[in-house]
Structures are given as C-alpha cells and as structure tokens.
C-alpha cells in the first residue's frame, strides 16, 4: 500500500473564503435576517441601443433613481420592509427588502446624452441609445459592367 500526502492548503483556503463571506449573506433561517436585494438584469444589444430591465416589484417609481455619469451607468432604489404576518406563532419572511444600489459600466459605443427609462409591472427598463458612429451602416454599391 502505498501512501500518498493529502494536500489540505486548497479545502483551508476554502473554509476560510467561506468565513469571510458568511456574514454577508445570512441564512434564511436566521431571524429577521437581512438579505441583499440584487434584483436580477437582463441586458440586449441590438444595432441601435443596448437595454437592462431590471425587476423591481413592490418598489413605488417615485423611489427609482437611474444616474448616468460618464460610462457608469447607476441604478438605486429602496423597497420598504411590509408588517410581518404571524400564523400560530410562527413567521416567515423571505422577500428581500432595503436600499440598493447597482453599476454598469457602459462601453464606448453608447451614447450618454439620450437615455430613456420607464418602469411598467414593476420591471425597470433602461434603453441608451448607441452613438451614430457605433451603428452598422449599409451602401448600395453600384456595380457597371
């Protein structure tokens, strides 16, 4: 039988990774945990615009902050914490609330000066139109014989 040395450096670096990050995200049966509110995107290029919607429900409009500065595109927004239900002494809470904010950083080719938004059903849609130059352009070329 032949033994072989167990490496333990990669499962310990591991474990510890997990340390650091498992206050940040606690577990849904901890009480009155908070968990962050990352609300799913998804972004689309086409040929004349890239767009992220963003799915906000329960957020009011009047709460929706989109900021556009430079190439870093910033969404903000705060969902309110609803009162709590209790059902034969127990509770359970597992939709996220509280402030977030997220950051994009937008490529050269987007135009910075005309973006839109509207917020519908509670989906946030950011459309910023690419710049003239970033579009595909067609000819016809005219072929003599």
Not at 72 to 80: D, Q, Y
Not at 105 to 118: F, H, I, K, N, Q
Not at 124 to 130: A, D, G, I, S
């Given at each position: 039988?032949?033994l072989t040395r167990l490496n333990?450096?990669?499962?310990?670096?591991?474990?510890?990774?997990?340390?650091?990050?498992?206050?940040?995200?606690?577990?849904?049966?901890?009480?009155?945990?908070?968990?962050?509110?990352?609300?799913?995107?998804?972004?689309?290029?086409?040929?004349?615009?890239?767009?992220?919607?963003?799915?906000?429900?329960?957020?009011?409009?009047?709460?929706?902050?989109?900021?556009?500065?430079?190439?870093?595109?910033?969404?903000?927004?705060?969902?309110?914490?609803?009162?709590?239900?209790?059902?034969?002494?127990?509770?359970?809470?597992?939709?996220?609330?509280?402030?977030?904010?997220?950051?994009?950083?937008?490529?050269?080719?987007?135009?910075?000066?005309?973006?839109?938004?509207?917020?519908?059903?509670?989906?946030?849609?950011?459309?910023?139109?690419?710049?003239?130059?970033?579009?595909?352009?067609?000819?016809?070329?005219?072929?003599?014989?």
């Amino acid at each position: 039988m032949t033994l072989t040395r167990l490496n333990t450096r990669i499962p310990t670096f591991w474990r510890e990774f997990d340390e650091l990050f498992r206050d940040l995200a606690p577990t849904a049966t901890a009480p009155d945990a908070v968990r962050a509110l990352v609300p799913p995107t998804d972004i689309t290029e086409t040929e004349k615009a890239i767009e992220l919607k963003v799915d906000l429900p329960g957020v009011t409009p009047d709460g929706i902050e989109v900021k556009l500065d430079g190439k870093l595109l910033t969404l903000s927004a705060e969902r309110k914490q609803e009162a709590k239900e209790e059902h034969n002494g127990w509770v359970r809470q597992e939709r996220s609330w509280g402030r977030f904010f997220r950051s994009f950083t937008l490529p050269d080719s987007v135009e910075g000066t005309t973006p839109e938004a509207s917020y519908k059903h509670g989906v946030l849609t950011v459309t910023l139109p690419k710049k003239e130059a970033a579009q595909p352009r067609s000819f016809k070329v005219k072929v003599e014989a």
